[in-house]
Structures are given as C-alpha cells and as structure tokens.
C-alpha cells in the first residue's frame, strides 16, 4: 500500500481499516482528502487479499465532520460544480467497490462525513456519535450524495428533515431511524465492528459479492429487472464448488470451508 498523508490504512487479514486522519480538523474532508481516499479505495479494490474495509475516523471526537469548509468557501459556481462531482464519483466508487465497505462512526459524521457513511454497505456508531447534514446552515446543500442516498436509506420525509433544518441526531436516533445498525459502547465500537466483518467474511465469498452486486444494481432498476438479475445470480452460484461445500456442510453439520470458487 502507498502512504497517505491524511490516511491511515491497516490491514489485518482480510480486513482493511481506513481512518481519515486529520483529527485537528477533526477529519474534515479537503480535496487532497478526497484524492487520497480514491487512490486508497483503487488499490483496496485491486487487492484479492482484502475482502471487506472498515472506515473511521482518527482520535476520539469524530467520523469526520464534513467537507473542510476553509477550502469550500473559496468555491465558485464552477469549481464547486467540479469538487462535488468529485466527492460523488468518489463516494460511488466505495459504494460499488464490490466488498463490504462498513462505517465505524466514532463521533461527528456531518455533512461530508454523513455521505461518506451513506455511500458505506452499512453504518454502525458508538454512543457519543452526532449524524447530520448542516449544509443549510453553511447557504449550500449536500453536495456529495446526500440528498439522494439519504432519502433512499430513511425515507424522504425523515431525510428532508435532517436535510431542511440541518440539526444533528445522536446514534440511538440514528439507529432508531435505520441509518446506523447498530449502538455501541465507544471503546468497543471497533471489536464490535470487527466481530460483524468477521460474519461476513465467514460466509461464501462469492455468494457475498454477488449479494453485494445484485442488491445495489437492483436499486437503479424496475423490481422485475432485479429478480431477474437476482435470478441469473442464483444460477451462476449453483456453478461453484463454494455452493457444494455449503450445503454439504450443513448437511453434515459441520462448518463450512469456502474457498471463494
Ligand atoms: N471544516 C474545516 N474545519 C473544521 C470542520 C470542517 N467541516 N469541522 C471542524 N473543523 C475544525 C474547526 O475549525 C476547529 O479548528 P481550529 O481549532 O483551528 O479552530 C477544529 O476543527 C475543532 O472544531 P471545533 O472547535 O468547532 O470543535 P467543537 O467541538 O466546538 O465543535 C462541531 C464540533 C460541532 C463538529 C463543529 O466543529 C462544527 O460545526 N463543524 C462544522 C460541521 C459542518 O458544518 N459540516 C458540514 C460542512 S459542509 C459539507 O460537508 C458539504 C459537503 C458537500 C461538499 C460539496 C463540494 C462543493
């Protein structure tokens, strides 16, 4: 793995742990951020050897409490235009990585850091976490997904409410709203998190990115297409020695030993 500035990447196993590391600003997103985050995410989808991410963020405070509004004031109309699509090509390419891609929201997940989190497979938070988008109060709006990947994860209302009066909700909220899945003690937020990973990486790989592939390109098409596509995806599994393993192991009552093929 290249060395990131304002990243920290660890790998353990099959597991790569990302943490925007800018604690002073308390991980706010800048653009040198953004482009560390796509070359870091490029080389963690190369690598066959990482087979789900965990994002967080650096120190004890926050997620990461937005786009850095020092660089974002300085916008105009056409460099903002750009930035924003920026930030979004970026956040779709996480969401389509093709592995889990878990949000450990250790604190402020605002603005930016929010649809950062809403572009992760699923979300998780410790007990002290704050979500929100608060760009109304800036004069601007989201502008890296989040008024359209917000309204498909809670509902258009409740995400026009976040969105329109740009308050912030603490994880039981969040939790109880469906953002995040679950609430955690802070100093377990990331063994916790783990022991979810752990879950999936026990499972077939293959069945597991397909799930992956076919749950998010169903989104984007009519519910027929999706079943079929669903449908095509069964098939294709039925083909894999991963499939025989499965259900000869459930069937001998013994765990399963995949071998992703
Ligand atoms: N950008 C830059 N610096 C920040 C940010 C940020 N988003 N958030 C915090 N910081 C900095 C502070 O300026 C401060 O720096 P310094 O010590 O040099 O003054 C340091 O981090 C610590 O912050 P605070 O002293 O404010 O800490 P508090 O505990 O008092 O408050 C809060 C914490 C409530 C999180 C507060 O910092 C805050 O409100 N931050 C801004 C949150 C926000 O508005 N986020 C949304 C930003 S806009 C956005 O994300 C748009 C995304 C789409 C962009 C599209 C591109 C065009």
Same mark, same amino acid.
């Given at each position: 793995?290249?060395?990131?500035?304002?990243?920290?990447?660890?790998?353990?196993?099959?597991?790569?742990?990302?943490?925007?590391?800018?604690?002073?600003?308390?991980?706010?997103?800048?653009?040198?951020?953004?482009? /560390? !985050?796509?070359?870091?995410?490029?080389?963690?989808? &190369? +690598?066959? $050897?990482? =087979?789900?991410?965990? #994002?967080?963020?650096?120190?004890?405070?926050?997620?990461?409490?937005?786009?850095?509004?020092?660089?974002?004031?300085?916008?105009?109309?056409?460099?903002?235009?750009?930035?924003?699509?920026?930030?979004?090509?970026?956040?779709?390419?996480?969401?389509?990585?093709?592995?889990?891609?878990?949000?450990?929201?250790?604190?402020?997940?605002?603005?930016?850091?929010?649809?950062?989190?809403?572009?992760?497979?699923?979300?998780?938070?410790?007990?002290?976490?704050?979500?929100?988008?608060?760009?109304?109060?800036?004069?601007?709006?989201?502008?890296?997904?989040?008024?359209?990947?917000?309204?498909?994860?809670?509902?258009?209302?409740?995400?026009? /409410? !976040?969105?329109?009066?740009?308050?912030?909700?603490? &994880? +039981?909220? $969040?939790? =109880?709203?469906?953002? #995040?899945?679950?609430?955690?003690?802070?100093?377990?937020?990331?063994?916790?998190?783990?022991?979810?990973?752990?879950?999936?990486?026990?499972?077939?790989?293959?069945?597991?990115?397909?799930?992956?592939?076919?749950?998010?390109?169903?989104?984007?098409?009519?519910?027929?297409?999706?079943?079929?596509?669903?449908?095509?995806?069964?098939?294709?599994?039925?083909?894999?020695?991963?499939?025989?393993?499965?259900?000869?192991?459930?069937?001998?009552?013994?765990?399963?030993?995949?071998?992703?093929?």
């Amino acid at each position: 793995m290249a060395t990131y500035e304002n990243l920290l990447v660890a790998k353990d196993g099959a597991v790569a742990t990302v943490t925007v590391n800018r604690e002073k600003a308390l991980n706010a997103l800048n653009a040198a951020t953004l482009r /560390e !985050l796509r070359a870091c995410f490029g080389e963690l989808q &190369a +690598d066959d $050897a990482v =087979r789900a991410v965990i #994002v967080t963020g650096a120190g004890p405070k926050a997620f990461v409490a937005g786009a850095d509004i020092r660089e974002l004031k300085e916008n105009t109309p056409l460099s903002a235009k750009h930035i924003a699509r920026v930030g979004q090509e970026l956040f779709s390419f996480i969401e389509r990585l093709g592995k889990p891609v878990v949000a450990a929201i250790n604190g402020f997940c605002l603005g930016g850091g929010l649809e950062l989190a809403s572009a992760c497979t699923f979300r998780v938070a410790a007990k002290n976490a704050q979500l929100g988008l608060p760009e109304v109060k800036l004069g601007v709006i989201p502008g890296y997904g989040g008024t359209q990947r917000l309204p498909r994860l809670v509902g258009i209302g409740r995400a026009m /409410e !976040l969105i329109l009066t740009g308050e912030s909700i603490g &994880a +039981d909220e $969040a939790c =109880r709203i469906g953002l #995040v899945n679950h609430v955690f003690e802070p100093a377990e937020l990331m063994a916790k998190t783990r022991e979810i990973v752990d879950k999936i990486l026990a499972r077939g790989p293959v069945a597991v990115r397909f799930a992956l592939e076919v749950g998010y390109r169903g989104m984007d098409m009519p519910l027929d297409e999706g079943l079929n596509a669903e449908s095509n995806l069964f098939g294709l599994l039925c083909t894999t020695e991963d499939m025989r393993e499965g259900m000869a192991a459930f069937l001998e009552k013994r765990p399963a030993q995949f071998k992703g093929k």
